[in-house]
Structure formats: structure tokens, C-alpha cells
């Protein structure tokens, strides 16, 4: 049973550009939400994807961009990389019909901006 | 808005020996779910233990106990016998009932000594 997948492991880009990550969910996971764990911090949402919409937004600018597939996967896009934006990552996945509440995570991404 | 509060930043103990992790919560919910998350070196957030507000009895997961107590909006994790592989950051985590996001706190490192 394939758990969470993410890629890339790492990425270095710099100040202005653009990044996407991408995300696979748990085999039975239709839902897929992103989360941003700055360095020694809890992570923070950034939003959830069901059904190819954003369900729901944390307080991240509109750099912070999404999209989700009909298979389930997921990406993330950053546009205009600030320096702030260098963090972890993790994307999580759980099941819209049965727990839910339970989010599995994915190793994350680690990404620095220069 | 719903926070979570980790006093403890670091702790260690003893192989074999039993650690408390503190974690209080505020919210108006009635109802909703407790989680511990554990992140060794490695960075994946493993999903510990999880907890529904409605339910009295504390949930339990071979050596991983909770103490729940909704009155004083306090989730406590109990490791008895740790292990060395119990050496990870844990985050407490709080989801509302009709919720989709995961509220993390701050997180305390845990360091199990042999």
C-alpha cells in the first residue's frame, strides 16, 4: 500500500522565481491538503484540494496556488519566491468518506530560496 | 480562532523509562480531534495517536497514551518504556468536527538517552 508520495525531495531556486511541487496521495485518498513547517516551527496550512476545488485557505498570499487532478494528485505553485518562502513542505492526504479528519503525510520538499 | 499550546521545547529521558509531553488547546467547539504527530530526523510526520472529543476513554496505542481532559482543554501524551527511536519533534494537533485543517502547536523535542 503506497503511502504519501512528493517531488521533489529538494529544490534550490532564487528570489522571483517559480516552483511546483507535486504530491501523490495515499492509495484510497481522494483529498489532498498542503502545509508550510518553517524551520523548528509547527507546519502551517496552506489549503486543501477535494474533487479538483480549493475546499478551504490558510493565510497565505495568492503567490500560493493549487491544483488537483482527476486521479487525486496534487501540485503546488509559488510564484515570485521571497526569501520567507523557504520552508518544508509537507503535503497530506485522508479520505473525504471514512476518517476524514485523519491527515497522512508525505516526506515533504525541502525548499531553499537564495 | 482555535490555537495550540506545547510549553515543553525540549525534553529527554531515559531509555525504558515513562515521559509526559504537554499539550493544552483553545477552541469554542464542542466537538472535534486531537492528534499527536511525531517527526524524527528523517522529517516524515508520523500520525502517534488520535483522540474524539465526544469519546470519555483516552485513547491508547501500545506504549503511546493520551490524557484528555475537555474541561481544562488539555491532550497529554503518555510514552512508556521509550525507546530510542522515540527521539523525534512531536506536535500536538487540533481539528474541529466539520473542519479540514490541522492546527499544529510549536512542537517539543523529545530525546531518548541509552
Known amino acids: 500500500d503506497a503511502g504519501v508520495t512528493q517531488s521533489p525531495t529538494h529544490l534550490i531556486k532564487t528570489r522571483g522565481q517559480q516552483v511546483t511541487l507535486r504530491c501523490s496521495p495515499k492509495s484510497g485518498h481522494d483529498t489532498v491538503s498542503w502545509y508550510q513547517q518553517a524551520l523548528g516551527q509547527g507546519p502551517q496550512f496552506i489549503f486543501q484540494y477535494y474533487e479538483e476545488e480549493e475546499r478551504q485557505r490558510g493565510n497565505f498570499p495568492d503567490r500560493f496556488s493549487g491544483h488537483q487532478f482527476p486521479n487525486y494528485s496534487s501540485e503546488l505553485n509559488v510564484n515570485a519566491l521571497l526569501l520567507g518562502d523557504s520552508a518544508l513542505y509537507l503535503c497530506?492526504?485522508?479520505?473525504?468518506?471514512?476518517?476524514?479528519?485523519?491527515?497522512?503525510f508525505g516526506p515533504g520538499t525541502r525548499l531553499l530560496v537564495l | 480562532a482555535q490555537t495550540v499550546t506545547q510549553s515543553q521545547p525540549e525534553m529527554s529521558v531515559q531509555e525504558a523509562e515513562t515521559v509526559t509531553l504537554s499539550c493544552t488547546y483553545d477552541t469554542s467547539e464542542n466537538n472535534y480531534y486531537l492528534f499527536w504527530y511525531k517527526q524524527p530526523p528523517s522529517r516524515q510526520m508520523i500520525l502517534v495517536i488520535r483522540q474524539e472529543a465526544y469519546k470519555q476513554q483516552n485513547a491508547t496505542e501500545n506504549r503511546f497514551s493520551v490524557n484528555f481532559q475537555k474541561a481544562a482543554k488539555s491532550f497529554s501524551l503518555k510514552i512508556s518504556d521509550s525507546q530510542l527511536g522515540d527521539t523525534a519533534m512531536y506536535f500536538c494537533a487540533f481539528m474541529p468536527e466539520y473542519g479540514n485543517k490541522l492546527v499544529f502547536g510549536a512542537g517539543t523535542i523529545l530525546r531518548v538517552k541509552s
Open positions: 497530506a492526504s485522508s479520505s473525504m468518506y471514512g476518517g476524514r479528519e485523519t491527515q497522512y
